[in-house]
C-alpha cells in the first residue's frame, strides 16, 4: 500500500530496539531512501492482513510480500532481484 497526502496518520508508536539491529534499519533505510517510519508501517500492514487473512493465526516467518521498493524509488545502484 503506497500512501497520498489524504490518507493522514494520526497515531505514533514507539518503538526500542537494541543498536545492533537499529544500525540494521538505519543501512536498509539508506538503501532503500525509506524512513524507519514507513518500513516499520509497511511491515505491521502486511503482518495484520496475513493475521487477518488466516483467521487470527499467525505463521512464522510471515510470507510478506515481495515489495519492489528499489525500482519504485528509481534506484538503479541496487537493482531488484
Known sequence: ???????????????RLDSDLEKRVESLCERLRLSKSAIIRMLLEEFVAHYERHGGRIVMPPGFKDYDIRERNGDKRHPAP
Open 1 to 15: 500500500m503506497f500512501y497520498t497526502p489524504a490518507m493522514t496518520k494520526n497515531a505514533s508508536i514507539p518503538v
